[in-house]
């Protein structure tokens, strides 16, 4: 597990690069940073801070370095796999748990909050030995990991995928046209709360505010005008029945954390303590 690229940005100079051009339908301004637990909408998350620097142009060109720091330091892990001999017993996953808000909807250095695809779409990269190269374009989940590699080590895989054993083997002959419906969910106290469902390139997604007031908005992920009516109300169907099914799902879970991984995750903005 890497930490990096995450916040705050401060890959070692030899990585630093200038900053390339913005994201599409962004613009470089200097930002506000923003007072402490706010989430990046309109300004610079305070633990984001470097120094008293304001241009956005100078966070996105720090993440980029971070990047290619992390990149490095993967090359650096392959190479030692190689080096002792273990490559060809060896099944190797890449993949990452989050993207980040680099301006889009004016959501900057952050994440959590959006279910657009700056923000969900994550690299998922698998080597496992005896298997050629391939790229695949059919829509998967972490999800997916779990009982894909439970595949690879030859233990059983549940199937069909349920709320109790989620996710399918990537794997698995003929997988690449079983492609399931992907559930989306901001973060549990995010407000507004956002649900969405993704099927076929295309995402269907509710927006509810505190007050009970609700909102929809269709989009395709390739960013082409989404105007098919017919096929918003399947999605929307479709998330409404599966929001219920989750709802049937097991009870939440709590645990008691020790002080050195509470200190920890307080430190990268996980939790802090009520009336901060």
Partial sequence: HYQDPHGPYTAPSDYRA????????VRDRRLRVLPPRQNGFGGIPDYQQLGRERRSAVYRAAYHAE???????????????????????TAIAVTADHGEGLGEEGHWFAHGELLAPAETAVPLLLRIPGRGAAVRDDLATLLDLFPTLLAVVGEPVAEPASVEAPGRDLLASGAEGRESALFQSNLQDGIPARRAILRDGHQYEVIRGRGGNERGQFRQLDGSPADD???????RRELLEREAELAKGPPEVRQNLDARARARLEALGY???EGD
Avoid: C
């Fill in 18 to 25: 200038p900053p390339g051009p913005p994201p599409a339908g």
């Fill in 229 to 235: 009516t017919e096929r918003l109300a399947r999605l």
């Fill in 271 to 273: 939790i802090y303590e």
């Fill in 67 to 89: 990047i290619r720091f992390l990149d490095a330091q993967l090359g650096a892990f392959l190479e030692a796999v190689q080096v002792r001999g273990l490559w060809e017993e």
